[in-house]
């Protein structure tokens, strides 16, 4: 066969139907046989949509997103994506065609040297050295991808496409992932039996398992509260008695107060990172004196952020099999304060949404002051909490959500929850805008049953709008939500604490994004009233379901703001020039 038939049989045994990308003359041999391998390119408007898509498609289907681009400039549009599927362990492979063999250091067109753009974010980095090799390294890329859970490259000099070569295609393989060892799991078992107030965080290791009723199952018999590791909102149902909710950024206050109670906390499946575990609404809540148990399948991960008592290198579903399995025939010290501690999780999770009921809009001074100028300014601008209310009580059933980064995606953090796994996508710890409309699209092609609607600010939503074409042209119908806010609203918010209220470059004067997305060929619904955000969101999701037509909802919103992601992540200004003196 040709290197090329290689590469398309290899990827068809692993089961590839969908790539993302631009075409390119750099795989263009390849990719003329994508078709009758059963493979279909979504092309994209811009190489980081498709590499966002590729992560959605993978964290929705729990299978590879690939994506693919031209050497040069369209590889290095992919980075921020790949380092974006980097931190949500998504196992995308990218496809990096480079510069042929016969011109490499001559710095010919579109020439550059691909594999250390990536180094830092991939798994693993295949080069293929020779074209006799190609099936081998692609299917050890794909291979890689799954086992690591995470990116993995594939980079292929353009002319190793061509030719004549002998091949045999690998078939995949996947590993069989135990509970841990039987030591650590045995030491693990004797803690929880011990403790009065055992608390687990269910992370997106659960996830990743399919872990969630074997986590259903560990949290009913010991009676603890589940708290949702950060942005993993989907690893634990939300209409269980024993959910409270996220930590972390704009999480729940019932979570919170109740892990701060722990004396043993179970994180199944996180590895507990950095940001998910920061002081907020102003409760320091990680519990100081508190036994940790961390179960996580990567065991570089343990112990890593957190000081932990047990450390688990194990998968989330067979790891809390096997606890559950060992604790069935004992006597636990918390059975015999399972109705207290229920009827502290109630009153907790029932105080946490009287308070989100009656947090209408953020009573900080600047947010008061933009209350009250654009209530002189015409036209009605909505408090953002109450829209976030709003657009959970009409969320359709079987929802998949994606949220990008900005102040008010954040707070909805405390609004979004979810019954199944597979259906909250944010940007994770690499925080980049222009994640969520493209993720939510590459979720749509893997899942196109399931409703999807992004969350994106007018910031966010300017790096990834064009998108919109993408979904009319290839008929990808989806929703999103634009919060209009005319501002970069969650770097402004230093600017009012640290920097009294200097504003640079944080203004946005926009044009209506609703228009735009009907000039692009989608619908678009501006919302001004309260009453009316229900009724948008579910009319475009009729209009995506039932009409295959993705819909803009632009929502107009004052300009108040949340609390900062970090309070501590700057320090009060000091001048020491004469010239500088006011500026503190």
């Known amino acids: 066969m040709t290197p090329s038939e290689a590469f398309v049989e290899t990827m068809a045994a692993n089961g590839v139907t969908d790539i993302f990308g631009i075409m390119g003359s750099a795989f263009m041999d390849a990719m003329d046989i994508f078709a009758p391998a059963g493979i279909r390119l979504i092309p994209v408007v811009h190489e980081q949509g498709a590499g966002h898509m590729a992560d959605g498609y993978s964290r929705v289907s729990g299978r590879h997103g690939v994506v693919i681009g031209q050497n040069g400039p369209g590889i290095s549009n992919c980075v921020t994506a790949i380092a974006a599927a980097y931190w949500a362990h998504s196992p995308v492979v990218i496809v990096t065609p480079e510069t042929g063999t016969m011109t490499m250091g001559l710095g010919g067109f579109q020439e550059a040297n691909q594999l250390p753009m990536f180094e830092e974010f991939t798994k693993y980095q295949g080069h293929v050295t020779h074209p006799a090799r190609m099936a081998e390294y692609t299917g050890r890329c794909f291979d890689r991808a799954m086992s690591e859970m995470g990116p993995t490259q594939l980079n292929i000099p353009r002319d190793y496409f061509y030719g004549e070569i002998k091949a045999e295609i690998p078939q995949p393989s996947r590993l069989d992932r135990g509970p841990g060892g039987e030591h650590s799991l045995h030491e693990a078992a004797e803690l929880l039996a011990q403790a009065k107030f055992p608390v687990i965080i269910s992370g997106g290791g659960v996830v990743m398992a399919d872990a969630v009723e074997e986590c259903k199952a560990l949290a009913e018999r010991l009676g603890a509260p589940v708290v949702n590791s950060y942005l993993h909102n989907d690893s634990f149902p939300a ?45 320091d809540y990680w519990p100081k004196t508190a036994k940790i148990i961390q179960i996580d399948a990567d065991h570089k991960m343990l112990g890593l952020v957190k000081k932990i008592s047990v450390g688990i290198c194990g998968d989330a579903k067979a790891a809390a099999l096997a606890l559950t399995q060992r604790l069935a025939g004992k006597t636990l010290v918390c059975d015999g304060n399972r109705a207290a501690r229920a009827a502290e999780i109630a009153a907790e999770k029932q105080a946490w949404e009287q308070e989100l009921d009656n947090w209408t809009h953020e009573t900080d001074a600047f947010s008061l002051d933009m209350i009250a100028e654009q209530e002189q300014e015409p036209g009605n601008y909505l408090h953002p909490r109450q829209v976030l209310r709003e657009l959970e009580k009409a969320m359709p059933a079987d929802v998949m959500v994606s949220t990008d980064i900005g102040n008010i995606n954040s707070v909805a953090n405390s609004y979004l929850r979810f019954d199944k796994p597979r259906s909250f996508f944010a940007a994770m710890s690499f925080g980049n805008c222009g994640y969520a409309f493209p993720t939510i699209i590459g979720a749509k092609v893997a899942a196109p049953h399931r409703p999807a609607i992004a969350y994106a600010g007018d910031g966010a939503w300017g790096m990834s709008l064009m998108e919109t074409m993408t979904c009319v042209r290839h008929n990808i119908p989806v929703t999103a939500v634009v919060f209009h806010n005319r501002q970069w609203g ?3 918010k230093n600017q009012v604490d640290f920097y009294n209220r200097r504003f640079v470059a944080g203004e946005l004067d926009n044009q209506s994004f609703a228009e735009i997305g009907r000039a692009m060929g989608a619908e678009g619904i501006r919302v001004e009233r309260l009453e009316e955000v229900g009724p948008a969101l579910q009319k475009a999701i009729d209009l995506q379901m039932n009409h295959g037509k993705t819909t803009i909802v632009e929502i107009m919103c004052t300009r108040e703001l949340g609390d900062p992601f970090r309070r501590d992540a700057l320090s009060k200004p000091v001048r020491l020039l004469d010239k500088y003196k006011d500026y503190v």
Not at 257 to 272: N, Q, W
């Open 490 to 492: 969650a770097e402004k």
């Open 239 to 283: 209409s269980h008695p024993l959910w409270c909710g996220p930590l972390g950024y704009q999480g729940s206050k019932a979570a919170m107060k109740l892990i701060a109670r722990a004396d043993v906390v179970l994180a199944l499946g996180s590895r507990l990172g950095p940001f998910g575990t920061l002081p907020q609404h102003g409760m």
